[in-house]
């Protein structure tokens, strides 16, 4: 089952900061928290992933709370490209139980 | 990242036939999973495809609807028996290259529709 919460929809004016947050408060000390997207017909795309620490790539950062019960994936300069569903993921690393639940996802409009 | 290739990319059938859907890595990975996204809603594991031995299934699919191979580490197919109108979804397969905690890769899938 999905042990993440994130609100249904945003939007986002072009070219500024998204931040799209996402709860788990039940997450366990070896979870890890993973962000993909969801673009119309398309399999869902990796963002980004991290345990504790924040953590940036070349598509967005992530931010973990200091008690990890949440985190926030920030796309620096959204642009219309980045409107797709965006979902929120915990789990365990391939070790003891690789397996995704995914939630509901967050619905991101890009706003020109 | 692999490269993940699915067939057929979409299909239409009848009610009552199957439909065995392909699943091909361009390198070799540790782990392959099934999805099922039905219209409208999020991702839900139907499987992980073990290599030479039985798919282990989540709740609410079984073995007989859904099964599953995967004889090698670069590919593994996927059947959708006995199909109703409700079975009409996208499936989609993913990868795990790699150990601990290394994220899924998903393929673009097969989008399903069943008259």
């Known amino acids: 089952d999905a042990k993440t919460t994130q609100p249904p929809s945003m939007d986002c004016a072009e070219g500024r900061a998204a931040n799209l947050p996402c709860n788990h408060s039940?997450?366990?000390?070896?979870?890890?928290v993973y962000w993909y997207r969801q673009i119309h017909s398309q399999g869902p795309q990796y963002i980004i992933h991290g345990l504790k620490n924040n953590e940036t790539n070349e598509m967005a950062s992530l931010i973990i709370t200091e008690d990890r019960k949440s985190s926030t994936l920030i796309l620096p300069h959204a642009t219309l490209r980045d409107t797709a569903v965006y979902y929120c993921?915990?789990?365990?690393?391939?070790?003891?139980?690789?397996?995704?639940?995914f939630g509901t996802g967050t619905s991101l409009t890009v706003i020109p | 990242s692999a490269v993940i290739s699915q067939k057929p990319s979409r299909d239409i059938c009848q009610r009552g036939t199957s439909l065995t859907i392909q699943c091909q890595v361009d390198s070799q990975v540790t782990m392959m999973f099934w999805y099922r996204q039905q219209p409208g809603q999020s991702l839900t594991l139907i499987a992980t495809?073990?290599?030479?031995?039985?798919?282990?299934?989540e709740s609410g699919f079984v073995i007989d609807k859904f099964p599953i191979s995967r004889p090698n580490l670069t590919f593994s197919t996927l059947t959708v028996s006995n199909m109703s109108p409700e079975d009409s979804s996208i499936y989609l397969c993913?990868?795990?290259?790699?150990?601990?905690?290394?994220?899924?890769?998903f393929g673009d899938g097969t989008r399903l529709s069943i008259l």
């Open positions: 495809a073990n290599q030479g031995s039985e798919a282990t299934y």
């Open positions: 993921i915990v789990r365990v690393a391939w070790d003891t139980g690789n397996q995704f639940y």
């Open positions: 993913s990868v795990v290259v790699g150990r601990g905690n290394q994220p899924q890769h």
């Open positions: 039940t997450i366990s000390g070896n979870e890890y």
